[in-house]
């Protein structure tokens, strides 16, 4: 079945750093992927989609800026968080559509000290 | 935009016991109606879903429901077990634009032994 990979599983940085997360779907091509945004007891909350070869679409609140989305190959897309802060310490999850089914990727636990 | 509501936030339940969970949605474009186990740390599993142009369906001992007019579907549970403890999101896409996939708030189910 479709599979779908992030990397890294979890990453610890410090304030003010950036930190990049890779979304692989590793047997099928995903022109749309999702990225969402999960704390501790709550909701996946969706940030923004990524679309191959255009600018992402992000939802209300989430700043474009602080949250690049590049998703330049039909099987890569990349979300930078720049200069991260304490806040931002969540759990982010990307999803590649396949038909009208959605995989998931085992997810990203970032920190920011 | 969508807007996906989920009740109950927590379940309890004996072993044996039925549950179910409810959902409501906003947006009468929505047509796909997927359910999620989540466990601590981990991705969403899709457990069953359901599409407009069906009332129910069912797999084994889970089954969910969907009535479009008053826009909310259900998620039952029969002779729950230990395992199926985790936490349940319901989720609601359409098949315009972006076909962005909106969670419900979850619910935490816990079954006692």
């Known amino acids: 079945g479709a599979v779908v990979s992030q990397h890294p599983s979890w990453v610890i940085c410090k304030s003010g750093t950036s930190v990049k997360i890779e979304c692989r779907s590793l047997?099928?091509?995903?022109?749309?992927m999702f990225w969402y945004r999960q704390f501790p007891k709550q909701s996946l909350m969706l940030m923004a989609t990524?679309?191959?070869?255009?600018?992402?679409?992000?939802e209300q609140g989430v700043e474009k800026d602080k949250f690049l989305i590049n998703h330049a190959s039909l099987t890569l897309s990349t979300l930078t968080v720049t200069s991260a802060h304490p806040e931002d310490s969540s759990f982010y999850i990307c999803?590649?559509?396949?038909?009208?089914?959605?995989?998931f990727g085992p997810g990203t636990r970032l920190t920011v000290l | 935009g969508e807007n996906v509501e989920q009740h109950p936030s927590t379940l309890s339940v004996q072993e044996g016991d039925s549950a179910v969970i409810k959902c409501t949605y906003s947006?009468?474009?929505?047509?796909?109606f997927p359910w999620y186990k989540q466990e601590l740390g981990k991705r969403p599993q899709l457990i069953i879903d359901?599409?407009?142009?069906?009332g129910e369906k069912k797999d084994q001992r889970i089954a969910v429901t969907l009535n479009k007019t008053a826009k909310h579907f259900s998620l039952h549970i029969t002779e729950t077990q230990p395992e199926d403890s985790a936490v349940y999101f319901c989720?609601?896409?359409?098949?315009?634009?972006?076909?962005?996939?909106?969670f419900g708030t979850g619910t935490r189910l816990l079954v006692s032994p």
């Open positions: 999803s590649a559509k396949t038909g009208s089914e959605r995989e």
């Open positions: 047997d099928f091509q995903a022109t749309t």
């Open positions: 990524s679309n191959e070869g255009s600018k992402a679409t992000y």
């Open positions: 947006d009468s474009a929505s047509n796909y």
């Open positions: 359901i599409r407009s142009n069906v």
């Open positions: 989720a609601a896409s359409s098949n315009t634009g972006f076909q962005k996939l909106v």
